[in-house]
């Protein structure tokens, strides 16, 4: 069973502290996609590392994809109230089950800052 | 650019019951994923379409049952409804590019509670 872990499951923080959330896996990934869902709403796309190593920043948040492409990190700097949500990793799989592809989905990181 | 749009938004449905949700794409989308999301599973994958073809199919009964139409919009039945069948219910499109999923767009979700 292919699985990709999240940590901390949960995280409550001051406005201005920097934090830094995994996903580890013993899969290797093509991909890996990094979402935050808001309650009752979908999940929206932050990010997308592909290559090993590959680190990309938007804005205060810094994400990396491990240089054997099984684990990624997300570090949010001088986190805001606005950052607080569900954090989701998903790993691509390629070639599963002689079909294409398959999103391998950690169960989030829940981050609450707090004013 | 509309993004994907999910009907109903909330639906409140009785054991027994069968429910149809729809979804319709991002213009140009022609892959279609259905997700359920409850607290203690996280995103579990339902299936994916494209191109009005089941390409990739989750491991859930075969009360779950999904079609797409020509024009990329989908739809998701879920037959003899049980209490367990609560949940969020996400769609997302996305462009594949050849065998890369480079992320995907979600739709609000459909939130079905079974009574």
């Known amino acids: 069973t292919q699985l990709l872990e999240q940590s901390p499951q949960f995280l409550s923080i001051q406005e201005g502290e920097n934090l830094t959330v995994y996903c580890n896996s013993s899969?290797?990934?093509?991909?890996l996609q990094w979402y935050r869902q808001e309650p009752g709403e979908g999940p929206v796309l932050l990010v997308t590392v592909v290559t090993g190593g590959e680190v990309k920043k938007l804005k205060r948040l810094t994400f990396q994809f491990g240089d054997a492409r099984k684990d990624s990190s997300l570090h949010i700097t001088a986190a805001q109230t606005g950052d607080t949500g569900l954090y989701l990793c998903a790993g691509e799989v390629l070639r599963w089950a002689g079909n294409n592809r398959k999103l391998i989905w950690g169960l989030g990181t829940s981050l609450a800052v707090n004013p | 650019k509309a993004g994907v749009t999910q009907t109903p938004r909330y639906l409140i449905k009785t054991r027994g019951q069968q429910v149809t949700l729809s979804c319709s794409p991002i213009s140009g989308h022609r892959s279609v994923s259905w997700y359920q999301q409850t607290p203690g599973q996280g995103l579990q994958f339902l299936f994916e379409?494209?191109?009005?073809?089941?390409?990739n199919k989750g491991n859930f009964p075969g009360r779950f049952s999904g079609r797409q139409f020509s024009n990329s919009r989908s739809e998701m039945n879920v037959s003899t409804l049980e209490l367990g069948d609560s949940a969020l219910y996400l769609c997302?499109?996305?462009?594949?590019?050849?065998?890369?999923?480079?992320?995907?767009?979600f739709g609000s979700g459909t939130r079905l509670t079974v009574v």
């Open positions: 379409y494209f191109s009005e073809t089941q390409r």
């Open positions: 899969s290797v990934f093509s991909s």
């Open positions: 997302a499109s996305s462009v594949p590019t050849g065998n890369m999923n480079y992320g995907y767009t």
